[in-house]
């Protein structure tokens, strides 16, 4: 298993990624790292990090896309930079995963360029963990890349988030809730109202009916659905409470939960290959979670599950 | 000045109604109170409250529409009911302002049904108060009545919003926000990228942009405006944030404003009179601050208001 990592995105890289790469590397053995950066600049923080020379190589990359560059255009004239190099290397098979905490935009474009979709999926998804009281995780998504979504794409994120939930988050039949204003089927507004029905008869999950917003951050639902609009808002409102708590020396566990930039990343589900895209103010311990996060998205075969689940479907 | 309030309204109704309407008339001088409700279950505790009987009046309601029967049969068949004879009253001129902490859908339906829209409003709007760290309130519309709107709808609610932000909360010149899933112009979903250029040529209004999920809770604009499906999640999700720090014996000064119970009620804008819809649960200052919201709307003539801004931009 090769996973590759862009060591220059991100605005703590390198240092905090070599830093990530060696709490991964001292705790697992099978795995190999293609750290993809500037050699000049990587060479003294690995010497330093007196990793495993075995474990890990380094592929050059002379270039970087800032993190307020314009993505299509800085893929474009950049095809020595780590973004570029990293889904290169992803799609010749060089490498089996692609994590980057660097330029969000550029990342996504990467992907859809780079990668495809895997066949019968309209929309890749972003999703984010949703922390719940109990400890458990769910998860929500669309939170962002798919602004306006047609019934069928929340059918598909409802697919999409259920196997991630059963294979990453290790749920056995995952609940899927509707994100809604109202908790009996008819309520909504005309995406959630077309939704409800196409998910009750979606054989591949497990419905459970409408989640309103109270409901987000219980175990009502361990997988939630909803446009990329209202997703979103729900994810950055949720970090804002966080800032708030930590900004008001509120100490509280699960509080403390909220703070999503130590999940590291969050992978882009629906395509061909595993592509996980990091926080831009990721740390060591972000970087070491992303890590392991592509390193289970392999074990688990997560996206050979997904292509028989689509391929079911097709058929 | 004549204000209605259904005293059978709520789940704490109407012992915890009459302890609002002994602390709003405690200290206020020139409202005259029509409370509305069974004579009979409503004299003893009058007398108990020991209130100033010059300031009251009681009208006699014989039925009750319960919290959870079906708004527009429970209206009809319920033409004694404390909501039915309140906007009776209210259309008839008989009272200013209505005010009731029961069956939200028979409100809502009774608002709509009874008494008119503004000329030129084409969807009157329900906002919810937005609490900031630094004391002052927001407030965001629409939260749930307009799941789906359209761009000139969104504009209209940043009117009324800007209107109800200038005369009722004291800001001058209130800045007005558009919920979106980005900073620039052009992000977001269809709606918010059409929405934005609207708002931004609309005279009447000071636009100051996108406002994201975690500017929520902000002062970066006073009024924000987004569909109420999205301001739906957000109020309930901002609630059950509250729900969990008070689960949590988390204590603090700022999260306890996310009590949105403890305001009181929202009032429906952009109706020619002023209705008021209590959270069910209300108590005695929840009562008396739906009171003197109702007071202040009179007062500061915000419905004056909203007709002559609505006629200057039919002119």
Redesign the interface.
């Known amino acids: 298993m090769r996973i590759g990592l862009d060591m220059m995105g991100g605005d703590y890289a390198p240092l905090e990624a070599v830093k990530g790469v060696k709490l991964f590397l001292d705790t697992v053995a099978d795995v190999h790292l293609v750290l993809i950066g500037d050699e000049q600049a990587l060479a003294p923080l690995l010497a330093d990090a007196r990793l495993d020379q075995s474990k890990y190589s380094v592929v050059h990359s002379s270039q970087i896309i800032g993190m307020n560059e314009h993505p299509t255009k800085a893929l474009k004239e950049k095809p020595e930079s780590s973004i570029s190099i990293g889904f290169h290397l992803l799609k010749n098979g060089k490498i089996d995963a692609f994590i980057s905490a660097g330029n969000t935009g550029a990342m996504m474009v990467g992907t859809f360029y780079s990668i495809k979709a895997i066949d019968g999926v309209q929309r890749p998804t972003i999703s984010t963990p949703v922390p719940r ?1 109990n400890g458990t995780f769910g998860v929500l998504l669309d939170v ?1 890349i798919n ?2 979504c047609k019934p069928e794409n929340l059918v598909q994120f409802a697919i999409l988030g259920s196997l991630y939930s059963q294979y990453i988050l290790k749920i056995d039949n995952p609940k899927v809730g509707l ?1 809604n ?1 109202g908790e009996e089927e008819g309520k ?3 995406l ?1 109202q077309a939704t409800y029905p196409l998910l009750k008869e979606t054989k591949q999950i497990n419905f459970v009916g409408n989640i ?7 175990d009502k639902a361990d997988v939630i659905v909803c ?4 997703g ?10 966080h ?2 708590a930590v ?2 020396n ?1 100490k ?1 566990d ?2 403390d939960k909220f703070n999503f930039e130590s999940y590291g990343g969050t992978p882009v589900l629906g395509v061909s290959h595993p592509v996980i895209i990091g926080h831009g103010i990721s740390q060591a311990t972000a970087f070491k979670n992303m890590i392991v996060l592509a390193q289970q998205m392999i074990q688990s075969k997560l996206l050979e599950k997904v292509k028989e689940s689509f391929v079911a479907k097709e058929a």
Chains 1, 2 share one sequence.
């Open positions: 009281e962002g602004a306006d994100l204003i909504g507004n005309l959630a309103e917003g109270r409901d987000i951050f219980t446009e990329g609009f209202t979103n808002v729900v994810l950055k409102m949720a970090e804002s409470f800032e708030v900004r008001r509120i509280d699960y509080m």
